[in-house]
C-alpha cells in the first residue's frame, strides 16, 4: 500500500520542554525554530526535523 501523503506527522515532543544554551530542547532536540514553527511545516519539512532531532540525540549520547 503506497504512503498516505496527507497523514501528518506526529510532534516527536515527549514533554520535557527545556532548552539548552544551544537553544536545543532537552527532550526532542529540536531547536527552539523548528518547535515554534512545527505546526507550519509541510510533512517532508516534518520528516526531516524528525530526522534531524533523531542525529542530535545520538550525537548527544542520549536516546529518545
Known amino acids: 500500500m503506497p ?3 496527507q497523514k501528518n506527522i506526529a ?3 515527549i514533554g520535557v520542554c527545556v532548552l539548552d544554551n544551544n537553544d536545543l530542547c532537552e ?3 529540536r531547536s527552539a ?3 515554534g514553527c512545527w505546526s507550519m ?3 517532508e519539512k516534518k520528516q526531516a526535523v524528525v530526522q ?3 542525529q542530535r540525540a545520538k550525537e ?3 536516546l529518545l
Open 41 to 43: 511545516y509541510s510533512n
Open 33 to 35: 525554530e523548528e518547535i
Open 3 to 5: 504512503n498516505n501523503p
Open 27 to 29: 527532550g526532542c532536540f
Open 60 to 62: 548527544a549520547g542520549k
Open 11 to 13: 510532534s516527536p515532543c
Open 52 to 54: 534531524l532531532s533523531w
